[in-house]
């Protein structure tokens, strides 16, 4: 039997030998979406990787490995126009992949700046942030391009969870205008977060992001429309989703554990899922579940922070042996996808509590 943390660290060594000589470490393709991407996601990944085995070994090689990858985000590489930073090279869509992309390299350089206590990584990570413009009507902040300039609205909702998340990491840090942001989306998840009637985050709920009551009705009208099997293609990529977004509001649950949507009917109702059989089922069938995302560390974690613990083996057992090669010792080398993605995805150990499974 393994642990949680064992896992990790075996990961991590494994990858001390990937490490491109920028200090960047190899890019994947965003699994099932296959956006070619820069060294930026997945060296943020390995950074918290990297810093977390050092704080569990002491061994240098990784402190040093985490210096190098920290250099790499910090550079004109990773940030070439001193704006948000360069995710991904897809022409036809934003180079900063949204939200979601800025979000993963925050919570990074966040976990290095308690580390290193470096004023210019916190600076950095407060930057990026708050040049991303909040409409407190829409409970939302728009994507900012590479170059500065905005975009619209990100519309998918994990994305704006996880940009809230990384905020919430940073207002720990005496930041009163990305504070004020972070709990005005956070107050009014109860209405914007919406889920299937058995507790499943919808991963582009109805009406999301429209002001106008006569563009809500239409929206919920053609989703009403869509042919069965869309709709359920929809339905299981927000199963594979579901345990992402938990792992966000458990981010957010440890900075704010009295936050009232934590003590709602909808809350519980995402909680209860989880150990349904029916889900266990579907989320084996989402393509965007043990194929992408890691489920087994996302509800391990979500069932850390929010419930009883019964169903976390499950998740976990199913992940490794879909992930973990005892050969190489390494988390996501098995992935079918994108296995340097997959690979470094092992970081979202670092929250957990370690477990024996």
């Known amino acids: 039997m393994l642990n949680t943390n064992e896992v990790l660290v075996r990961s991590t060594e494994s990858a001390l030998d990937l490490q491109l000589s920028n200090g960047g470490m190899p890019p994947g393709h965003n699994g099932p979406y296959n956006d ?13 990787s990297f810093l977390r085995t050092y704080e569990l070994t002491g061994e240098k090689k990784f402190k040093e490995a985490a210096e190098k990858s920290l250099a790499y985000l910090l550079s004109e590489d990773a940030r070439p126009m001193n704006a948000t930073f360069w995710h991904r090279k897809n022409p036809k869509k934003d180079f900063s992949n949204g939200l979601m992309g800025q979000a993963w390299t925050i919570e990074a350089l966040e976990y290095a700046y308690q580390f290193f206590q470096e004023e210019k ?7 990026v942030f708050q040049i991303h413009p909040y409409d407190s009507g829409l409970k939302a902040w728009k994507t900012v391009n590479v170059d500065g300039s905005i975009r619209g609205f990100d519309p998918t909702f994990n994305h704006q969870l996880w940009f809230a998340a990384s905020g ?14 972070v709990d005005d989306f956070l107050s009014a998840l109860p209405v914007t977060m919406k889920t299937y009637s058995n507790g499943v985050i919808m991963h582009h709920p109805t009406g999301y992001l429209l002001k106008n009551k006569k563009e809500r009705i239409i929206s919920a009208y053609k989703f009403l429309r869509l042919p069965k099997k869309q709709k359920k293609y929809t339905y299981l990529k927000s199963v594979g989703y579901h345990g992402f977004n938990l792992y966000a509001l458990g981010i957010i649950h440890k900075i704010i554990p009295n936050l009232p949507i934590f003590n709602t009917k909808l809350f519980k109702s995402t909680i209860d899922i989880i150990n349904s059989d029916g889900f266990k089922k579907e989320i084996q069938e989402s393509p965007y579940s043990f194929n992408y995302n890691p489920p087994g560390f996302e509800l391990a974690f979500a069932l850390q922070q929010f419930g009883e613990e019964s169903s976390v083996n499950f998740f976990l057992k199913e992940d490794f042996k879909r992930s973990y090669s005892e050969k190489k010792q390494q988390w996501g080398i098995k992935n079918p996808i994108d296995i340097q993605t997959a690979s470094a995805r092992v970081y979202e150990i670092y929250q957990l509590e370690n477990i024996q499974f």
């Open 168 to 181: 919430c990491l940073l207002s720990r840090h005496g930041d009163e205008s990305i504070k004020n942001s």
């Open 121 to 127: 990584i916190l600076n950095v990570a407060k930057s």
């Open 36 to 48: 070619e991407e820069t060294p930026v996601r997945n060296t943020s990944h390995w950074l918290i």
